[in-house]
């Protein structure tokens, strides 16, 4: 059964930092590509960042691209999002996910920036 578990959320001021991992298990980890998403308040659910199951190749949505960085560690099992310059409207439910859509996705670690 495949499980994502999410933590690392918090509330931080805007320019903070946060760190974001991402435990997976019940499935070949390093074989698949992986993806995070978030849903802000009264938004609909968009998709962040993803990267190749190798670690080579990254993307991101131009909103984060500069501030985020996505990586893993296959060894582990693990997926992991550092987030920098954060902004307010950066606030949201963060999800990993097995896909861009979110179909297959953790329960979600809250990300708030507020001053």
């Known amino acids: 059964e495949v499980a994502l578990v999410e933590s690392g959320g918090g509330l931080v001021h805007p320019g903070g930092s946060l760190s974001l991992s991402c435990a997976a298990s019940?499935?070949?980890?390093?074989?698949?590509?992986m993806s995070w998403l978030r849903q802000g308040p009264g938004k609909r659910l968009e998709w962040i960042s993803s990267?190749?199951?190798?670690?080579?190749?990254?993307y991101y949505t131009p909103a984060v691209t500069g501030r985020f960085t996505i990586s893993r560690d296959n060894a582990k099992s693990m997926l992991f999002l550092q987030l920098n310059s954060l902004k307010t409207e950066d606030t949201g439910m963060y999800y990993c996910a097995q896909d861009t859509q979110g179909i297959v996705r953790g329960q979600g670690t809250q990300v708030t920036v507020s001053s």
């Open positions: 019940g499935f070949s980890f390093s074989e698949e590509s």
């Open positions: 990267i190749t199951g190798d670690g080579s190749r990254t």
